[in-house]
Nanobody
Framework: QVQLVESGGGLVQAGGSLRLSCAAS????????MGWFRQAPGKERESVAT????????YYADSVKGRFTISRDNAKNTVDLQMNSLQPEDTAVYYC??????????????????WGQGTQVIVSS
């Protein structure tokens, strides 16, 4: 079993940066692909960035390519999302998720085995 706790959300002005962190419990963290998803009011939940079990492969939504970076540290059981050049359209609740034995590209919004509670990101214009 894996429990996920996100942190790092908050309010930031357009053009600013935030770093989200997801801390995972359990002793089998390295067996899970990890991802960050977001959901804005009135919109469907969408994939933002995912990373494979070894950290050797990643996937980014077109809307965040070049601005966001996902990384993982299997020794510390953490997954981070560095968000730069934030825009108002990035405002959403961001969720950390885990999927056992998955590749980055195979991890969609309906596939995670575990979800965190989410952390809110608000970008002002």
């Amino acid at each position: 079993q894996v429990q996920l706790v996100e942190s790092g959300g908050g309010l930031v002005q357009a053009g600013g940066s935030l770093r989200l962190s997801c801390a995972a419990s359990g002793r089998t963290f390295s067996r899970y692909a990890m991802g960050w998803f977001r959901q804005a009011p009135g919109k469907e939940r969408e994939s933002v960035a995912t990373i494979g079990v070894s950290g050797g492969s990643t996937y980014y939504a077109d809307s965040v390519k070049g601005r966001f970076t996902i990384s993982r540290d299997n020794a510390k059981n953490t997954v981070d999302l560095q968000m730069n050049s934030l825009q108002p359209e990035d405002t959403a609740v961001y969720y950390c998720a885990a999927k056992r034995w998955a590749t980055a590209q195979a991890m969609g919004v309906k596939s995670p085995d575990y979800w965190g509670q989410g952390t809110q990101v608000i970008v002002s214009s």
